[in-house]
C-alpha cells in the first residue's frame, strides 16, 4: 500500500458493509486515515497490502508481525464492489505472502461472532477455531463474543 492507495482504502473501509464488522465501527475521516497511515506505513511490524486482480485494486490486507516473531495476526476486506470470489482470492494471495515470504509459523485472525462471513471465510481457508473471547467487544450498546482463529504453516500447505 502507498500513499496513493489512501483514497481508495478509505472509501472500502467507510462503506457500510464492511465497516459494520470492524472493531472501530465509525465513518474515518481522512485526516484520521492519513495519520493511521503514516505510522502504519513506517512500523517495521506492520505489512499494508493491496490486492489487486490484473492491476486492479481488488482489497486491503494487513499483517502485524510483533517485534518480527514468526506469529502474526491478520485483518483484511475486499472492495464492497469487488467480483464473487474475490475475497477467496485476496485470502490466498495474503497466505502466500505470510507462509513463503515472511516465513511465518502461524497467522492469527479474530471475528466479530455476528461476522458470519468472515468466520466461513476463515473456515474455508483452513484456520480452526482456536478460542472465544466472551462479551471481549463493546459496540457503543452492548458486548459482543469474538472468536480466534490460528493456521500453522504446516496446515496450510496441507490445504493448498
Not at 5 to 18: G, T
Not at 129 to 153: I, K, N, P, T, W
Request: charged share 25%.
Amino acid at each position: 500500500m502507498t500513499s496513493d492507495d489512501l483514497q481508495r482504502v478509505l472509501s472500502w473501509r467507510n462503506h457500510p458493509d464492511v465497516r459494520r464488522y470492524m472493531y472501530t465501527n465509525h465513518e474515518i475521516t481522512l485526516s484520521e486515515h492519513q495519520r493511521w497511515f503514516e505510522q502504519a506505513s513506517r512500523d517495521p511490524e506492520k505489512h499494508l497490502l493491496i490486492f489487486d486482480v490484473h492491476e486492479d485494486p481488488m482489497g486491503f490486507v494487513q499483517l502485524h508481525q510483533p517485534r518480527g516473531a514468526p506469529i502474526a495476526e491478520w485483518g483484511f476486506y475486499a472492495a464492497p464492489d469487488a467480483p464473487k470470489g474475490t475475497g477467496r482470492r485476496l485470502g490466498q494471495a495474503a497466505l502466500c505472502y505470510a507462509f513463503e515470504q515472511l516465513g511465518l509459523h502461524k497467522l492469527c485472525g479474530q471475528a466479530l461472532a455476528y461476522n458470519e462471513p468472515s468466520i466461513r471465510f476463515h473456515r474455508a481457508l483452513g484456520f480452526e477455531q482456536e478460542g472465544l473471547l466472551r462479551d471481549q467487544h463493546h459496540d457503543g450498546q452492548r458486548f459482543h463474543d469474538v472468536l480466534c482463529f490460528g493456521l500453522l504453516a504446516s496446515e496450510w500447505q496441507t490445504t493448498d
